[in-house]
């Protein structure tokens, strides 16, 4: 039997030679970031001797920054260097800032731990941001669409799955080497913790010059974030200062005398985009917590499991464990279960993948109930572990392939850094929350999360139905 024309084509259309290589350093990128990241936590509070809300709230406050460095890199990227060498630059200023971090960190030096560890992780920040603001978008570049859109969509499975994988690698590894390597003299070894982040950063650096005859560069022809800058600043100042007397549509069309008019239709899908994002930080206000006060809330908790004692930060690593576990499987049963439901689309997953998030704080806040009360095992968490690496996976595959997908063509990196960005926000509200210490219970906090987490569902059924309205309105002309 012959196949068909679309089959042969469908065929062909592998994934271009290109993506291995950002895969690659998609999970090394996340070894070493998310290395260093890990143990940050318990370096502040045994090392630098702050208190648990304390050491919190500035955990948060470095992710937040690592969060919202990405948009800064995809600004700098589509505006200015180009993609490529804002990677090759992202991974040297990673292995510069975390060094800084490295050597501040033994002890028999006294060096000015603080002081060098705010430093590194200023530099290492802006590295990460260079990295995560640009590889999806840089894979996404490798793909031709609408032809290759399985593909693309596919890929940010795919890259998920990398994603987590060095998530898992750095949360099971970096933990042993912080405790069960002894060095300079102290009971555990923090510098070799650290180092490890540089070898996985430096074989970062090999793998995207390895690949560099097979990339797609897409030129930088213009800097789009100055000029939207400027259409948006001139459209409010013709607008509010009545400079012109004729009534526009829509408060970005006052710009039509000083620019073009696909500026001004690319400006308003980004606009249209973002509001759809306002409701996410709430989402990732809670789920960031469990690299936080899940840590503590193990740390409460019997870690003895017979042949091993899982220390308090490994259980972090449960998510990636769950998440590569999940990541098939939501592919190949659950998203055509939910299409043939109708229900498949990229909203209905985005607040599915919420509504998961609420059901695991549920079970966090009856585990805490009960570890007040008694000394229970660790592996209690398990659950609300899993079903959160469920909703995580579910809503930043869709997440993504919307900003992308949607993204007029010169910002889809900006709009996939904006993705961060709300990862970014959301760990400001935890860093805010925990450091005003507003509430006497860790149950109360849990549960004011939640309820939030409620509303901000309904606030993005509203937004993400106003946004399909907008679609429909858009001229044939400026599709």
Not at 330 to 357: D, E, T, V
Not at 376 to 388: F, R
Not at 449 to 473: C, E, H, P, T, Y
Request: proline share 4%; charged share 15%; aromatic share 14%.
């Amino acid at each position: 039997m012959e196949e068909s024309a679309d089959a042969v084509t469908e065929k062909k259309r592998r994934f271009p030679k290109s993506i291995p290589f950002i895969l690659i350093l998609s999970l090394l990128e996340r070894v070493s970031s998310i290395g260093s990241s890990s143990i940050l936590l318990l370096y502040m509070y045994q090392k630098l001797h702050f208190d648990e809300s304390t050491s919190t709230a500035l955990f948060h406050t470095n992710d937040f920054l690592i969060y919202f460095s990405p948009i800064v890199g995809a600004i700098v990227a589509e505006s200015y260097f180009g993609i490529f060498k804002t990677l090759v630059a992202g991974t040297l200023l990673f292995l510069t800032g975390i060094s800084i971090v490295a050597v501040g960190s033994i002890g028999v030096l006294n060096l000015p731990a603080i002081p060098l560890t705010i430093f590194g992780l200023f530099i290492s920040i802006f590295g990460v941001g260079c990295l995560r603001g640009n590889l999806s978008a840089f894979g996404g570049n490798q793909f031709k669409l609408p032809e290759d859109s399985k593909n693309l969509q596919l890929f940010f499975s795919v890259q998920f799955m990398f994603f987590n994988g060095g998530a898992l690698l750095s949360r099971i590894f970096s933990p042993i080497l912080r405790q069960d390597v002894k060095c300079f003299g102290s009971d555990d070894c923090y510098p070799v913790a650290f180092g490890m982040t540089l070898v996985t950063m430096s074989l970062g650096f090999l793998t995207i010059y390895a690949g560099k005859r097979h990339y797609v560069h897409r030129p930088v022809t213009d800097n789009v974030f100055m000029k939207v800058c400027g259409c948006v600043l001139y459209s409010l100042r013709m607008k509010l200062l009545r400079m012109s007397k004729e009534q526009k549509s829509h408060w970005l069309d006052y710009a039509d005398t000083k620019y073009d008019q696909k500026l001004i239709e690319d400006t308003k899908k980004l606009f249209r985009i973002l509001k759809v994002f306002i409701p996410i930080p709430i989402f990732w206000s809670v789920f960031m917590q469990q690299n936080s006060r899940w840590v503590f809330q193990a740390a409460r908790m019997d870690g003895d499991i017979g042949f091993y004692t899982i220390k308090p930060d490994q259980m972090i690593a449960v998510n990636p464990i769950s998440s590569i576990l999940l990541s098939p499987f939501c592919s190949k049963y659950l998203y055509p279960f939910l299409i043939r439901i109708k229900i498949g689309g990229m909203f209905a997953r985005i607040n599915i993948g919420k509504f998961l998030c609420f059901i695991a704080f549920c079970i966090a806040i009856y585990v805490e109930t009960v570890i007040q009360e008694h000394r229970i095992s660790v592996l209690w968490l398990v659950p609300q572990w899993i079903i959160l690496a469920l909703s995580e996976n579910i809503l930043y595959v869709a997440l993504m392939n919307f900003a992308y997908s949607e993204g007029p063509v010169n910002m889809k990196a900006v709009l996939t850094g904006c993705v961060y960005t709300t990862m970014a926000i959301g760990n400001l509200l935890v860093t805010l929350i925990s450091g005003a210490k507003l509430f006497s219970s860790q149950v109360y906090e849990f549960m004011f999360f939640n309820v939030m987490l409620l509303i901000a569902m309904g606030v993005f059924s509203l937004l993400a139905n106003d946004f399909k309205k907008s679609q429909k309105k858009i001229p044939e002309t400026v599709l």
